[in-house]
């Protein structure tokens, strides 16, 4: 069963910046407990709808394979951001593994609308089927490995969310120091938050993107670089005007292999 991760059961590290509330196997919601809101594919180089635009991203606005963790419904709440990344069965997305707990999903489980705004989803919704997480993070809580690949079940008419959206490519090359744009879901808006500025390498494992307003909710977004490739993901933060990511390397491109059943990533 995915769920979102309580806010208090010791796992979520302090500074995360989520809206974190359990969710039931039958689907509702307990209580709600929020934590602090302080504040593209190879792994290796990583009805009608509206047209979506890849490139949208890198060109500093919201591209359609963005969008909004919810707890179900649309009509929830949405508490994550996560991405369509790239994958061979086109049906992936990647956000921040606090986000959510590893293992097959239910009946009640979470959603992802992508393009998410006003209180529509112009893609549709979602339904995630399977969650993976590192092992250091989901039995750990290493910050250092606070990441989550989730595969989607196909929609209603059998088509798989890349095929609707189109989907970032993921780079695990331990990039970083460069212009990215990071799109993200503040929980208490039904709007995305866009903005542009450079990521800064804080250490071997921890890079930092420093723009104002990217309070809980915004976990999960991806920053994209200026090439279109996913070189980060959005995992803290010290305050909202100050937001960390782990550097994807090696783990993360073990990672997506687990989650693509092993297969090598490629462009499509």
Not at 223 to 242: M, N, R
């Amino acid at each position: 069963m995915t769920k979102v991760v309580p806010a208090d059961d010791g796992k979520a590290p302090a500074q995360v910046k989520s809206t974190a509330r359990a969710v039931s196997p039958t689907g509702a919601p307990s209580p709600s407990s929020s934590p602090s809101q302080s504040p593209e594919a190879s792994p290796s180089s990583a009805g009608q709808t509206p047209r979506p635009s890849a490139s949208a991203s890198a060109q500093g606005g919201p591209a359609a394979f963005a969008g909004a963790l919810f707890e179900g419904a649309v009509t929830g709440e949405h508490f994550c951001t996560a991405t369509v990344v790239h994958s061979p069965g086109w049906n992936l997305i990647v956000t921040a593994g606090h986000c959510l707990l590893a293992g097959r999903a239910g009946e009640g489980g979470a959603s992802f609308a992508p393009a998410y705004a006003d209180g529509r989803a112009p893609y549709g919704t979602w339904k995630i089927a399977e969650v993976f997480e590192d092992p250091r993070w989901s039995d750990g809580t290493n910050d250092d490995y606070d990441l989550a690949f989730a595969r989607l079940a196909p929609d209603a008419s059998g088509r798989n969310i890349e095929d609707v959206t189109g989907a970032a490519v993921l780079d695990t090359t331990g990039r970083t120091d460069e212009q990215v744009t990071v799109t993200g879901y503040p929980s208490d808006r039904k709007v995305a938050r866009t903005c542009r500025s450079r990521a800064v390498r804080l250490s071997a494992t921890e890079q930092r993107f420093d723009c104002a307003d990217f309070p809980g909710g915004t976990s999960g977004s991806s920053w994209i670089a200026s090439d279109g490739k996913i070189i980060g993901v959005l995992t803290g933060g010290d305050t909202d005007d100050v937001s960390t990511s782990t550097i994807l390397s090696g783990y993360a491109a073990e990672l997506y292999a687990k989650a693509t059943g092993g297969a090598p990533g490629s462009g499509r």
